[in-house]
């Protein structure tokens, strides 16, 4: 069913888009405010308990405690799901946020966090592609932003990329880290292929190494795909011969066109997203 949603928020399960943040809460007023992302579809939840121990890591990374175990994230997460069809395509999203400050406001009190746990509807999207530009913007460092942690606070600037990437009539952009080597895209991981070898940037802890890249790299390595983590350019995005994204929003998804040069679905790009929802139908029914 579209659009259904189902939040747990102390305690109990409520449905609908409930509130959970008061407004003197530190998460909402000073942007501490940390989750994750999973995805359930063809009843499966691929790499549940992997999103469910990150956003627990995000808390700490965030100099807060969090409230619940990874396993017991996992089973309330399972026993959300069954609000939902057999087959439902859904978005599950934890989340943690301290409620009050330290002496000086600004720190969080480690302590005093909440937990909400929010399962929406949301279709995968088809394989239809995406088209890419390039940003101004760029990734901070990590001496500069909590760029290990699946923060809200550090979404604001991805959100810049996107309106700029669509103003210029694209949908999204690959960024660059501080000194211009690429680094991700404004929603998603990136991968490009050259000559029969898949290529993405190594993670230098400017970007969010996410969970589906790590995937789909294994993926790929055990399915006999020459898979190299490297400094890459911006114009070595322009010379590959294909491009696609990861992430839990679309899973796999090859471009169709970098700046003014379009793309063809190729075959390793094809080959990833086979070989992801090959493996996701292997995994324990929800």
């Known amino acids: 069913m579209s659009g259904q949603i189902w939040t747990w928020f102390d305690g109990e399960w409520r449905e609908g888009n409930v509130p959970i943040v008061g ?3 530190h998460g909402a007023w000073l942007g501490s405010l940390v989750f994750d992302g999973a995805r ?12 469910c121990a990150r956003v627990n890591a995000s808390a700490l990374t965030m100099g807060f405690d969090p409230v619940m175990s990874d396993e017991d994230i996992v089973g309330l997460a399972r026993e959300g799901l069954k609000k939902f069809g057999p087959n439902a395509e859904t978005y599950i999203r934890p989340m943690i946020w301290p409620t009050r400050g330290g002496e000086s406001m600004v720190a969080p009190d ?3 966090a909440k937990f909400a746990l929010c399962i929406e509807a949301r279709q995968m999207p088809e394989p239809v592609g995406v088209t890419l530009t390039t940003t101004q913007f760029r990734r901070p460092t ?4 909590p760029t290990t942690a699946k923060a809200g606070c550090l979404y604001p600037n991805n959100a810049r990329m996107l309106a700029e990437a669509n103003a210029k009539g694209f949908q999204n ?4 880290d501080p000194i211009g080597n690429v680094a991700e895209t404004a929603t998603s991981n990136i991968f490009m292929v050259k000559d029969g070898v898949v290529m993405t940037p190594m993670a230098n802890g400017c970007f969010l ?7 789909t790299i294994g993926l790929l390595r055990d399915d006999g ?8 350019s911006i114009d070595d995005f322009r010379d590959a011969d294909e491009i696609f994204t990861s992430g839990n929003a679309q899973k796999i998804m090859h471009a169709t066109k970098f700046e003014d040069r379009h793309l063809q679905w190729g075959p390793l790009s094809r080959r990833a997203r086979e070989l992801y929802w090959d493996w996701s139908a292997g995994t324990a029914a929800v």
């Open 23 to 25: 407004a003197a809460d």
């Open 40 to 51: 359930s579809f063809s009843g499966r939840a691929p790499d549940l308990r992997a999103h």
């Open 110 to 112: 480690r302590t005093s």
């Open 142 to 145: 990590p001496n500069s932003a």
């Open 173 to 176: 952009a690959i960024s660059q």
């Open 209 to 215: 190494a996410g969970i589906t890249r790590s995937r």
């Open 225 to 232: 795909v020459e898979v190299q983590e490297k400094t890459l």
